[in-house]
C-alpha cells in the first residue's frame, strides 16, 4: 500500500470527522451514533501512530468538537475545555494506570485514587463567576474558541446567579453538563430525536424566551480557571459545589484501583434505567489536585482524565408486553415492547425475542428487566434477564398455538438435514385468508426488487389497506385514484404520479413476478433460476397442475423443499384467484435467451451507490444480457466498478488501488449503448 493512498485514506477519515462534528456540535443533528465515532476516531488514531507522516490541524488528536457558530459572539476560554481520552474494556484502564505510574515515577498503584463520576449525556458549558456573580456562560465550541450563550443559560434554574458562600473563590469557570431528564423529554420528543439533541438545539436559540420553555438541567462536575480556590481534590471540589448551591451526580464515587474501578462500572451501567437521565459512561479523574497539576495536559486532552465508556450497542430496560408479530411466510416472531431507552443515540421502544425456543431458553417474562443490545443497524433484541430484579408474581409467557391473527393452527418444520423441528412456529395459512399474513405479503409484492412501484412504500400499503382500498395484490392495479386524491397528504397531482408508476409497472420480467408472489424458499436467485428454466408465465401458470411442478425437480438449484412450497402455494384457491386476476391485468415477458456473444463477454463488473433512473436489479439485468458477468467483491477478477451517487468509499479507493477502471452511469450507459 503506497503513501498516497494512505494519506488519501485518513484525509477521508478527517473530513468524515469535520463533518460529524459539525452535525453533532453545531447543527445538534448527529449523523452517526458515538460508538461509530469512537471507531472512526480510533482508526484515525491508529493511522497517525503507525504512519508518523500523517499529520493534519484537523486531527481529533490536535483538535476538539467544531468552531463556534456565526449565531454567536465567540469568547476564548482562559483554560482549554479539552476532550477526553476513551477506555473501552479493563486494559485500557491498566494502560492508562501505567501511563499515570510512569508519569509521576510512582511504583505502587495503590497510591492513585481516582474521582469516578458518571459522564451525562449531554451539552458541555463553561460558567464564569467574579465576586460570586455569574457573568458569562460559553459552549464548549472548538475547546479554545467557545459561543457566548450566557441569556440561554440564565434560563436554567439550576444555575446560581449569584453565590454569597464566604469560600466560594474570587473568580473561577465552573463546568459541567446541560442536559434533559428523560421524563421531561417525553413531553417534547416530538420535536427533537433524543434528549442530547433537544439540549442542544435549545441553548443554540436565538431568542432565550424559546430557551425557556425547554425543561434544561445542570449539573455541575469540574472547573477550569480559578482564582483564590483552596480546594485540594476533585471529591473536596464536588462537595463544596455541592455546598455553593449547584447539582451534582449521586453517584460519584472515590475508588482505588483498576479492579474496583471495573466493578463500579459494571454496577452503574446495571443501573442506568433508575438515572433519570441518559448517561453513556464513567469518567475517572486522578483525585489529587496537585497530581494533576504535574501531570498536566496532552495536545487535546488532561493526562489525568479518562472516560470509561459504556457498550454503546446496549442498556437495560423492561418488558412492558410481549406482542406476537406475523410474517408474509406465517413466521410468528415474538416482540418485546420495552420501556423506552437511548442506546447509541437511538431511543428504542421495542426489541426482538427471535422466536418461542428463545423465550424459553432465556425465561423471559412480561415485567422483566432485561439487557437489550443493538449491535450495528441490527434490530435491538434482549441479550439477557436479570433475575434478581424479578417480581414474585410473574409468569412463563406461552407462546400461541394457534395464529393471533386467523385463529388457525401454528406448527413448526421438521427440518430433514438437523433432525430436529424448527426454532421458528408458523400459521398454517398458505394464501390471503389471514389478515397479517396477507398485508405483509402486499408489501413484499411492492418491495425493491419485486414491483418496486415509487410511491407505493410499506406505509402506504398500511395506509390502504386500514383504508380497505388495497386487500388482495390485484387491488393495486384497480385502485380508486378519485378517493386517494381526497385523502389526507394527497392531491390529484400526487394521485396521478401513483397511478402513472402503476402503470409504468403493469409490465414486469417473470423473475420478478414469480418473487413478488412471496412464496416460501422463493428467493431472487430461485426466482431466476426457475424463470430461466419455464422461458413464459404461459408455463409458470400450467404448474397449478401438480404433474408439471415435478419437472422443477430436474432444475439445477431447486430442491425438495422449494419444490413442496410452490406445490403448497398452488393449493390453495385463493393464491390461484390471485394468480388469475394478475394475469388479466400484467403483462409478463418472457425471459429473453442471454446473448453468449455479447460485447461485454469475459467482462467483470461490480455496482455501488444509487443509480438514476434504474433499480439495482435492472442494471444487473443489462449487463447480464450483454454477455458481462456481475460479481460481489472488488478484487483483481473485477474489470469494471460502476459508481452511483454516494458510493461506497472503500470500495472506490480499493479499485483505484487495483487500478480497476472506474466508470461512472453515464459512461456505463454509454457503453451498453455501444454494445446495441
Not at 410473574?394 to 438435514?417: A, E, L, Q, R
Amino acid at each position: 500500500m503506497n503513501n498516497n493512498f494512505i494519506k488519501k485514506n485518513y484525509l477521508e477519515k478527517i473530513k468524515k470527522i469535520q463533518k460529524y462534528n459539525e452535525l453533532y456540535y453545531v447543527k445538534s443533528k448527529p449523523a452517526i451514533s458515538d460508538q461509530k465515532y469512537d471507531v472512526l476516531k480510533k482508526e484515525v488514531l491508529d493511522l497517525e501512530n503507525k504512519f508518523p507522516f500523517l499529520r493534519n490541524n484537523k486531527s481529533p488528536s490536535v483538535s476538539v468538537g467544531y468552531k463556534p457558530s456565526k449565531n454567536f459572539t465567540k469568547v476564548k476560554h482562559k483554560v482549554p475545555m479539552l476532550s477526553l481520552g476513551n477506555a473501552f474494556d479493563e486494559q485500557d484502564l491498566i494502560n492508562f494506570e501505567k501511563k499515570i505510574l510512569n508519569f509521576l515515577s510512582l511504583e505502587n498503584s495503590n497510591s492513585i485514587e481516582y474521582s469516578a463520576e458518571p459522564k451525562i449525556d449531554g451539552i458541555s458549558a463553561s460558567l464564569i463567576y467574579v465576586n460570586g456573580s455569574f457573568i458569562r456562560g460559553l459552549s464548549r465550541g472548538d475547546g479554545i474558541e467557545g459561543e457566548d450563550i450566557t441569556e440561554n443559560l440564565k434560563t436554567i434554574n439550576d444555575i446560581p446567579n449569584l453565590i454569597k458562600t464566604k469560600n466560594f473563590p474570587e473568580e473561577i469557570d465552573i463546568r459541567g453538563e446541560v442536559f434533559i431528564e428523560n421524563n421531561d423529554f417525553k413531553k417534547i420528543n416530538e420535536k427533537f430525536a433524543n434528549p442530547r439533541n433537544a439540549a442542544s438545539g435549545s441553548l443554540r436559540q436565538k431568542d432565550p424566551n424559546i430557551t425557556n420553555k425547554i425543561p434544561l438541567r445542570f449539573i455541575a462536575y469540574t472547573h477550569g480557571h480559578a482564582k483564590g480556590m483552596k480546594i485540594k481534590s476533585q471529591t473536596d471540589f464536588l462537595k463544596n459545589l455541592k455546598s455553593w448551591g449547584f447539582k451534582t451526580n449521586l453517584f460519584s464515587k472515590k475508588i482505588c484501583g483498576v479492579k474496583n474501578l471495573m466493578l463500579n462500572h459494571k454496577n452503574l451501567e446495571e443501573k442506568r434505567k433508575e438515572i433519570p437521565f441518559d448517561i453513556d459512561g464513567i469518567v475517572y479523574k486522578i483525585n489529587n489536585f496537585d497530581l494533576q497539576k504535574r501531570l498536566g495536559f496532552a495536545a487535546n486532552a488532561p493526562r489525568w482524565a479518562i472516560a470509561h465508556k459504556f457498550s454503546a450497542n446496549s442498556s437495560i430496560s423492561e418488558i412492558k408486553n410481549i406482542e406476537i408479530q406475523i410474517g408474509r411466510t406465517g413466521a410468528l416472531t415474538p416482540v418485546a415492547k420495552i420501556k423506552p431507552v437511548n442506546i447509541g443515540g437511538v431511543m428504542v421502544s421495542n426489541a426482538t425475542l427471535h422466536n418461542e425456543d428463545e423465550i424459553a431458553r432465556k425465561d423471559i417474562r412480561i415485567g422483566d428487566t432485561v439487557t437489550v443490545e443493538r449491535a450495528g443497524d441490527v434490530i435491538p433484541h434482549v441479550v439477557s434477564v436479570d433475575l434478581k430484579k424479578r417480581n414474585q408474581n410473574s409468569k412463563k409467557f406461552i407462546f400461541p398455538t394457534n395464529c393471533p391473527s386467523c385463529g388457525k393452527k401454528t406448527v413448526k418444520d421438521y427440518n430433514v438435514i438437523t433432525k430436529k423441528e424448527d426454532a421458528v412456529r408458523r400459521c398454517i395459512s398458505e394464501g390471503y385468508e389471514c389478515k397479517k399474513i396477507a398485508i405483509e405479503k402486499i408489501k413484499h409484492f411492492v418491495s425493491k426488487d419485486a414491483f418496486n412501484i415509487d410511491g407505493l412504500g410499506k406505509k402506504i400499503i398500511q395506509n390502504f389497506w386500514d383504508l380497505r382500498l388495497i386487500k388482495l395484490p390485484q387491488d393495486i392495479f384497480d385502485l380508486n385514484f378519485g378517493a386517494i386524491e381526497k385523502l389526507d397528504g394527497w392531491g390529484k397531482l400526487s394521485a396521478s404520479n401513483l397511478k402513472f408508476s402503476i402503470e409504468e409497472k403493469k409490465k414486469i420480467s417473470l423473475e420478478r413476478f414469480i418473487y413478488s408472489l412471496g412464496i416460501r424458499h422463493i428467493g431472487q436467485e430461485n426466482a431466476k433460476i426457475i424463470a430461466k428454466h419455464l422461458k413464459n408465465s404461459a408455463n409458470f401458470f400450467r404448474l397449478s397442475k401438480n404433474k408439471d411442478i415435478k419437472n422443477l425437480l430436474n432444475i439445477d438449484g431447486i430442491g425438495e423443499v422449494q419444490i413442496n412450497s410452490i406445490k403448497n402455494f398452488f393449493l390453495n384457491k385463493k393464491n390461484l384467484e390471485v394468480l388469475t386476476e394478475l394475469n388479466k391485468r400484467l403483462s409478463i415477458l418472457s425471459i429473453v435467451p442471454l446473448n453468449k456473444n455479447g460485447l461485454l463477454q469475459n467482462k467483470t463488473f461490480m455496482l455501488t451507490g444509487k443509480l438514476n433512473g434504474i433499480s439495482r436489479a435492472e442494471a444487473k439485468s443489462l449487463i447480464e444480457k450483454n454477455s458481462g458477468k456481475i460479481i460481489s467483491n472488488v478484487n483483481k477478477k473485477l474489470d469494471y466498478l460502476i459508481i452511483g451517487e454516494k458510493p461506497t468509499v472503500k470500495k472506490v479507493n480499493i479499485a483505484k488501488d487495483l487500478n480497476i477502471k472506474i466508470l461512472n452511469q453515464q459512461t456505463w450507459m454509454a457503453m451498453l449503448n455501444k454494445t446495441g
